[in-house]
C-alpha cells in the first residue's frame, strides 16, 4: 500500500459556491476517502452573485473541516459575474491574500495541485511550490487568455500578452499538466508540452444526477402539460443565449413548448428584456437554484439546449453540464463547432446540433423531438447509461489518484 500523501488544492472557486466547483469537491473527498490529507487553500465564497455568506463578511482568513478536508480560506473582493472588472481585481486581491494565508500552513506538502482559471490559481501554486520545495501539478480547465479573447471577456491587449507568457512560463515549469479535455492536451501538446506531461482527466459527473428525479418540479412551476426546453447554467457571455430566445419566437404560436432558463450571469437582465421585446409568454427565467436541486430540474425537461460561441476554442471545449444533462437521460441539443462535445454526444448514440447563428436548426430539432420523428427518450437513455458506465466522477477521481501517486513517487 502506497504512503498517505498531504496535498495542498489551490482554487479560488470551492463550495459552497456553485457551478463547476463541484469537480474539485468531490475529487478533493475521494482522495480523502482513500486514506490522504487534504488541504485546500481558497476564497472567500461569493461566485456568482458576489455575496459573502454572513459567517465569512469580514474575514482576511477562515478554516473550516468539510468532509474531513482542511479549508483554508482567503479575503477576496466580492464581485458578480456581471462586474468582470471587479472580478478581476479579486483575482488579484486573492492572490495576495492566499500566498499570506499559506504561511498557516504548517508542515511538508507531498504535492500541491492548482486549477486554473483564474490564472492567479496557477501562479499561487508555483509560487507555494518553490517556497514550500514540492511538486507542482497544474490543472488546467479552460485556456487563458486564448479563450477570453475568443469568446469576447477580454480584449487583446498588453495584459493578455503578459497573461499568455505567464501561463506559457507556468506551464513549462510544472511537474506535470493536467488537461479537463483531450483537446486542451493537444493544444499543449502543440504549443511545445510534452505529451508524457500530460494527462486528461476529465469532469464526469456525480451519482445525485445519474440517481436523479424530477421531484415534483413541473408541478411546482405548473410546467405539467407542456413540452419543456431546458438551459441550465451561467447566463453568461461564453454562451449565444439569444438563439434560445430567437427559438422560442419562433415557436411561440405552438402553445405547447416552453422555455426555462436556470441559472443567473451577466447576460440574464439583457435576455429577459429581449423577451419582453418580443412579448414571449412561453419563456421563464428562474434564476439561481439550490445545487442539489438542479439534477430535479434537468430531469424535469424534455429538451435541454447548451450552446457556445463559434470560434476556435469551442472545439476543445466540454463543458461540465453536458455530463449531467447525459446523466439526467434526456435529448441534447448542442449549438457550437463541431468538436470534443459533439464527438461525446456522437460516441453515446447521436449528436443533435445546430448553429447558433441559426435559431430555427433549434427550432427544428424541438419539433422533431415533440413528434418523435427522433426518439428523444431512446437518445436520453443511451446518453444516460454511456455516462454512467463510462464518466462517473468516481472513475475519474480514481484515475486522477492514481496520477497524483506516480507523480508523488517519480
Request: contains cysteine; charged residues 25%; hydrophobic residues 40%.
Amino acid at each position: 500500500m502506497r504512503k498517505a500523501m498531504r496535498i495542498l488544492l489551490v482554487t479560488q472557486h470551492f463550495p459552497p459556491e456553485k457551478g463547476a466547483v463541484r469537480r474539485l469537491f468531490e475529487f478533493a473527498s475521494h482522495f480523502k476517502d482513500r486514506g490522504h490529507d487534504v488541504t485546500v487553500l481558497t476564497a472567500m465564497p461569493n461566485y456568482p452573485d458576489g455575496v459573502v455568506p454572513r459567517k465569512y463578511r469580514g474575514k482576511f482568513y477562515s478554516r473550516e473541516m468539510m468532509n474531513g478536508i482542511d479549508i483554508r480560506r482567503s479575503y477576496v473582493l466580492p464581485a458578480s459575474n456581471a462586474q468582470p472588472k471587479k472580478r478581476m481585481v479579486g483575482f488579484l486581491t486573492f492572490l495576495v491574500s492566499a500566498i499570506i494565508n499559506s504561511f498557516r500552513i504548517k508542515g511538508k506538502l507531498d504535492l500541491i495541485l492548482a486549477s486554473s482559471p483564474p490564472v492567479t490559481s496557477a501562479v499561487i501554486g508555483h509560487v507555494l511550490s518553490r517556497l514550500r520545495r514540492t511538486k507542482l501539478i497544474l490543472e488546467i480547465r479552460d485556456l487563458q487568455p486564448e479563450s477570453g479573447e475568443q469568446f469576447g471577456n477580454l480584449q487583446r491587449s498588453l495584459f493578455t500578452r503578459m497573461i499568455r507568457k505567464v501561463m506559457k512560463m507556468l506551464y513549462r515549469k510544472a511537474d506535470h499538466i493536467v488537461c479537463v479535455t483531450e483537446g486542451i492536451e493537444s493544444w499543449m501538446n502543440t504549443n511545445g508540452i510534452p505529451e508524457k506531461r500530460l494527462t486528461t482527466i476529465k469532469s464526469g459527473v456525480g451519482y445525485d444526477f445519474i440517481n436523479s428525479h424530477s421531484n415534483g418540479i413541473r408541478k411546482k412551476f405548473g410546467w405539467e402539460d407542456k413540452f419543456l426546453v431546458i438551459f441550465s447554467g451561467t447566463l453568461g457571455w461564453v454562451r449565444p443565449l439569444e438563439t434560445i430566445i430567437e427559438s422560442a419566437r419562433i415557436l411561440a404560436d405552438e402553445k405547447q413548448y416552453h422555455f426555462v432558463f436556470v441559472g443567473d450571469g451577466q447576460k440574464k437582465s439583457s435576455l429577459e428584456a429581449l423577451a419582453r421585446q418580443y412579448n414571449l409568454k412561453n419563456i421563464s427565467f428562474i434564476g439561481l437554484q439550490p445545487l442539489e436541486e438542479i439534477p430535479y430540474y434537468l430531469k424535469a425537461g424534455d429538451v435541454l439546449v447548451e450552446c457556445l460561441k463559434e470560434v476556435p476554442v469551442a472545439k476543445v471545449a466540454l463543458p461540465t453540464k453536458i455530463f449531467e444533462y447525459m446523466a439526467a437521460g434526456r435529448p441534447i441539443v448542442f449549438g457550437a463547432p463541431r468538436g470534443e462535445t459533439s464527438r461525446l454526444l456522437e460516441r453515446a448514440g447521436g449528436a443533435l446540433t445546430f448553429s447558433p447563428s441559426y435559431p430555427e436548426q433549434l427550432a427544428g430539432h424541438i419539433r422533431a423531438l415533440y413528434s418523435r420523428e427522433v426518439d428523444g427518450n431512446k437518445l436520453g437513455q443511451q446518453y444516460h447509461d454511456y455516462v454512467s458506465n463510462n464518466h462517473s466522477r468516481d472513475k475519474w477521481a480514481g484515475r486522477y489518484l492514481r496520477l497524483l501517486e506516480d507523480i508523488e513517487i517519480s
